[in-house]
């Protein structure tokens, strides 16, 4: 079983920034691809970005493509999400997800779900 704990949610004005973080634990957690999605009110969970175990590929939905930036440290085990010139539509729920298989924009294929931070960005 692996445990995702997101963190780093808040409160910002648009253009300001945020870093998300996601936490893993659990037994022998290793070979995880990591993904981002996000849930805005009345909508579907939605693919932010994902980054693969040897951190060499990462893949990003195109509304967030040179705001945001995944990265991952092992040694900690942690997974982040910077996120740069934030708008108002960047406005959801984040979550973190793990899956065994390869990088993927489609939630079902993520086995382990973080409970969510909530992000906030005024205009």
């Known amino acids: 079983q692996v445990q995702l704990v997101d963190t780093g949610g808040g409160l910002v004005q648009a253009g300001g920034s945020l870093r998300l973080s996601c936490a893993a634990s659990?037994?022998?957690?290793?070979?995880?691809?990591m993904g981002w999605f996000r849930q805005a009110p009345g909508k579907d969970r939605a693919f932010v970005a994902a980054?693969?175990?040897?951190?060499?590929?990462?893949a990003y939905r195109d509304s967030v493509k040179g705001r945001f930036t995944i990265s991952k440290d092992s040694a900690k085990n942690t997974v982040y999400l910077q996120m740069n010139s934030l708008k108002p539509e960047d406005t959801a729920v984040y979550y973190c997800?793990?899956?065994?298989?390869?990088?993927?924009?489609?939630?079902?294929?993520?086995?382990?779900w973080g409970q969510g931070t909530q992000v906030t960005v005024s205009s």
């Open positions: 980054i693969s175990w040897s951190g060499g590929d990462t």
């Open positions: 659990g037994r022998a957690f290793g070979g995880y691809t």
């Open positions: 997800a793990a899956t065994l298989g390869p990088i993927s924009s489609s939630p079902p294929r993520y086995a382990y």
